[in-house]
């Protein structure tokens, strides 16, 4: 198993990754002021091709480095399918991608940012890597808000809310066969997080409930857009 590493809030580590993330969200507000039309269509391609690249040269890094092994570095978590949506919504702008990423990507990437846990080991690569992602999938979807007009729906927190909790079935049996914790089913993170209450299984029914409150907040914050599109 990779250690994982953890930043305190406020540490010389949290700020470096914060500065990672304004700096992405600044390139892609430039990219969108400037560009138009088959050019802006272009950049998001591009975009989603660096994306899925990178994934692969993660992948490619953790195997040569000896650090690969099935209970960490499986893209199981939310975040891991917030990573392959976003390529998805990039290269292809497909609405079914967006819906699951809006709240994922914002909710799971704010949290990402604000108690990180690096699964992927506490190397410089990874680490820069890791605020690339998890900052993506807040940009990404709010890009494809502001820049392409997209929008969920007024009951869409609870449909992804119930996609949340069947993909716990899944997920919770490759934990079992390969002894892992994908979407912390079987363990507590690591992270000093408020909303991480209790140990097994008290935290996850914590989750469920943060999970559920914090969609629909996300979705009241969106309301006069949603309504706008009804």
Known sequence: MIEHAVYTIGSPAWWSGIAIFVAYAAVVIGAARRLKGEGLRTFERAWGIALAALLLVKHVYLHQSGL?????NLELHLCGFSRILSIVLLISGARWA????FFWGIVGGFHSLLTPE???????????????????????????IWVRGYMVGK?????????NLLLMVPVGIVNRLLDANYMFLCQ?????NPLVIGDWPYYLIAFVVAGALHYVVLTLLFWKRIKAQA
């Open 98 to 101: 967006f819906y699951p990423l």
């Open 68 to 72: 690969w092994n099935v209970q960490d």
């Open 155 to 163: 009951w869409t927190w609870a449909k992804v809310l119930g996609v």
């Open 118 to 144: 690096l699964t992927g080991g506490d190397t410089p690569f990874m680490y820069a890597e890791y605020y690339i992602v998890h900052g993506g999938i807040i940009i990404i979807p709010l890009y494809f």
């Open 188 to 192: 507590r993170p690591m992270v000093d």
